[in-house]
């Protein structure tokens, strides 16, 4: 591939968790729309997302757990058993009506990236990063864990080590399950202390490295973060492909998490880690504040094709973001300006706290 390939689909556009879940938000389709409308999306760079067949599934998720999937999305329901087994039905992992469907198709994106990045190459998938699945039981909003997935394709193809990156302000307690005693897979999670999972205490072996940060993380400590703890353990280990999960919970206007990023965090980490392997696969994750999500994930495509971010959006992305709602939350009353008019944050520095001097010297 010579040039970045953006792996997406339709049934993230009129698919909700439900009108009152964290995930009621549009977040793929923004993205989608957002980079059409920039001129940044041509349709030769855009791969349709096929749905992963339930066999395909099978080499991180148990038949039986597919099966109650499926089943809770043809019946729209699930019965006690199933709920108290397979953690389905409940607030975080509702029963709606593509819940199948589009975690299946998220996975086979995933699958899917593996396989393109066979000879090299960049892969975008925003709808990928579902990062708490585990292989028997659906958590935190994920159904199926594509990163696992995603890794495992990789290796299939080809992939003799693979670095996993998360910035997620949630700790990646289904990957790191999946490849904690895997020692050709390295896993780097930065994530807010004590947020749900509640998993991945500090600590680091060669091939995990968990670093929990304190709330307010600003953009100044988190390149602290990138310079001393990320990109040397990358080179060190020498991976053929990197997989960056980069969830966008952990900026400032996230409802969520407590973290003080701006968005320039993320695209400044998805800048130094391109070419550090020949394989880079780019996946979404959280983000529950529709704006911030969409501005955020659509400058990561940007940063992946070597795009200078405007000041100012076109006049047809600006439509898309004013069109935006967030009904339901406060954060979306009444929204700054700049929301509607940029795609990049003022960056949020700050002093490096003793706090994150005394993390780091622990690792």
């Known amino acids: 591939m010579t040039r970045p390939f953006f792996i997406g689909s339709e049934i993230y556009r009129g698919s909700s968790y439900g009108s009152w879940h964290p995930l009621r938000v549009p977040r793929v389709s923004t993205v989608i729309d957002l980079s059409r409308a920039m001129g940044w999306l041509p349709n030769d760079v855009y791969v349709p997302s096929p749905r992963a067949k339930p066999h395909a599934l099978t080499i991180w998720h148990t038949p039986e757990y597919l099966s109650a999937l499926h089943n809770a999305e043809t019946a729209q329901s699930v019965s006690a058993e199933v709920k108290a087994r397979h953690g389905l039905g409940t607030p975080n992992n509702p029963v709606f009506a593509e819940m199948y469907r589009r975690p299946a198709t998220a996975a086979g994106g995933s699958l899917l990236a593996g396989e393109l990045l066979r000879n090299g190459g960049i892969v ?15 958590g935190g909003f994920c159904y199926l864990n594509d990163p696992v997935l995603a890794i495992l394709a990789l290796q299939r193809n080809g992939a003799q080590r693979v670095a996993y990156i998360d910035i997620d302000a949630h700790h990646p307690d289904g990957v790191e399950v999946a490849f904690a005693d895997d020692s050709d897979v390295l896993m780097i999670s930065v994530h807010e202390d004590g947020l749900w999972p509640r998993t991945g205490g500090l600590g680091a ?3 995990l490295v968990n670093v929990p940060v304190p709330r307010n993380l600003n953009d100044d400590e988190m390149a602290l973060i990138r310079d001393d703890v990320i990109l040397p353990r990358v080179v060190a280990f020498k991976p053929d492909a990197i997989v960056l999960q980069c969830g966008a919970d952990g900026v400032e206007e996230d409802p969520q998490a407590h973290l003080s990023l701006s968005n320039n965090a993320h695209w400044d980490i998805v800048r130094a880690l391109i070419g550090m392997a020949p394989r880079l696969l780019v996946l979404g994750g959280g983000g529950y504040n529709p704006w911030s999500v969409g501005r955020l994930w659509t400058g990561v495509w940007a940063t992946l094709n070597g795009h200078d971010i405007p000041d100012r959006v076109s006049t047809e992305a600006e439509d898309v973001l004013r069109a935006l709602r967030f009904d339901g939350n406060r954060r979306g009353k009444n929204p700054p300006e700049h929301w509607f008019t940029t795609l990049q944050d003022k960056p949020r520095t700050g002093p490096i706290r003793d706090e994150i001097r005394d993390i780091l010297n622990r690792l």
Do not use: L
Not at 124 to 138: F, S, W
């Open 124 to 138: 975008y998938h925003p709808a990928g990063g579902t990062h708490h699945a585990m292989p028997d039981r659906a």
């Open 205 to 207: 072996t060669d091939s």
